[in-house]
């Protein structure tokens, strides 16, 4: 064998040798990142089981100006294959009505049916705490299923619920939060018991409206679908998963 011909031999034992390093090195790259991108991520496509999570978890929505405008926790956010939906398990939520005052939620489940945030279905144990400028518990909503709407800073349900104040509390059918426009409606079967010092006083009436400003309540009798309109839209989220109870 000439000088030649053992240089060539030479030069492709250590190409060969420097390739073999690029492979192993890029096999074990591919790998590396592979394992990053699926964190938290589950190989199925049964949209009844998460593909995708978050353990407790912390998200911030901010408005025009750079404000937070609610904080959402929770002890787990999860996805699902071949669908838009999200749930959340335990569900805490602070919304900021003004910079004095704040709307606390919790709830043991949320399904948000387009992972947008724009509408919130919850059962389950759910509370509405409405928060002073002295940090009191000015109005307190319980219900068993709600969807809470964080941007336009509305509550509805057409199941039972109580509505809690300092010197009363008000049960009925379905109940609208509207806190931009600054008001709590009970949809019917209301029924009132306020309390003081000295006496109580029972209320009945169809429908029941609280002004949050003034802090009073009124019986109104103006006929609507207001609880049509709400079961017809938890069908629609619903829609996206079959909830059991």
Same mark, same amino acid.
């Given at each position: 064998?000439?000088?030649?011909?053992?240089?060539?031999?030479?030069?492709?034992?250590?190409?060969?040798?420097?390739? =073999? %390093?690029?492979?192993?090195?890029?096999?074990?790259?591919?790998?590396?990142?592979?394992?990053?991108?699926?964190?938290? =991520?589950?190989?199925?496509?049964?949209?009844?089981?998460?593909?995708?999570?978050?353990?407790?978890?912390?998200?911030?929505?901010?408005?025009?100006?750079?404000?937070? =405008?609610?904080?959402?926790?929770?002890?787990?956010?999860?996805?699902?294959?071949?669908?838009?939906?999200?749930?959340?398990?335990?569900?805490?939520?602070?919304?900021?009505?003004?910079?004095?005052?704040?709307?606390?939620?919790?709830?043991?489940?949320?399904?948000?049916?387009?992972?947008?945030?724009?509408?919130?279905?919850?059962?389950?144990? &759910?509370?509405?705490?409405?928060?002073?400028?002295?940090?009191?518990?000015?109005?307190?909503?319980?219900?068993?299923?709600?969807?809470?709407?964080?941007?336009?800073?509305?509550?509805?349900?057409?199941?039972?619920?109580?509505?809690?104040?300092?010197?009363?509390?008000?049960?009925?059918?379905?109940?609208?939060?509207? &806190?931009?426009?600054?008001?709590?409606?009970?949809?019917?079967?209301?029924?009132?018991?306020?309390?003081?010092?000295?006496?109580?006083?029972?209320?009945?009436?169809?429908?029941?409206?609280?002004?949050?400003?003034?802090?009073?309540?009124?019986?109104?009798?103006?006929?609507?679908?207001?609880?049509?309109?709400?079961?017809?839209?938890?069908?629609? %989220?619903?829609?996206?998963?079959?909830?059991?109870?």
């Amino acid at each position: 064998m000439n000088l030649n011909n053992v240089l060539l031999v030479k030069i492709l034992k250590k190409n060969i040798v420097l390739i =073999s %390093i690029v492979f192993i090195f890029l096999a074990w790259a591919n790998y590396i990142l592979s394992n990053a991108l699926n964190y938290n =991520s589950i190989d199925n496509r049964d949209e009844k089981i998460s593909n995708h999570f978050l353990n407790t978890f912390h998200m911030e929505q901010t408005d025009s100006h750079g404000q937070i =405008s609610w904080v959402l926790k929770g002890e787990k956010l999860e996805r699902f294959p071949n669908n838009a939906r999200s749930e959340i398990i335990e569900p805490r939520m602070k919304i900021f009505s003004t910079e004095t005052e704040s709307w606390h939620i919790r709830a043991s489940h949320a399904l948000d049916p387009d992972s947008l945030f724009k509408s919130i279905y919850l059962t389950k144990h &759910v509370v509405f705490n409405k928060i002073g400028i002295d940090t009191s518990n000015e109005v307190i909503i319980t219900t068993t299923n709600a969807i809470l709407y964080p941007s336009d800073e509305i509550i509805e349900t057409d199941a039972f619920a109580t509505v809690i104040t300092s010197n009363s509390t008000t049960t009925g059918d379905g109940v609208i939060a509207d &806190v931009k426009n600054g008001y709590v409606k009970i949809l019917s079967n209301a029924k009132r018991l306020s309390y003081t010092d000295n006496r109580s006083e029972h209320l009945e009436g169809d429908q029941m409206l609280y002004n949050l400003e003034k802090k009073t309540w009124v019986v109104i009798k103006k006929p609507n679908d207001d609880k049509i309109q709400i079961q017809n839209r938890v069908k629609t %989220i619903l829609k996206t998963k079959r909830i059991t109870n």
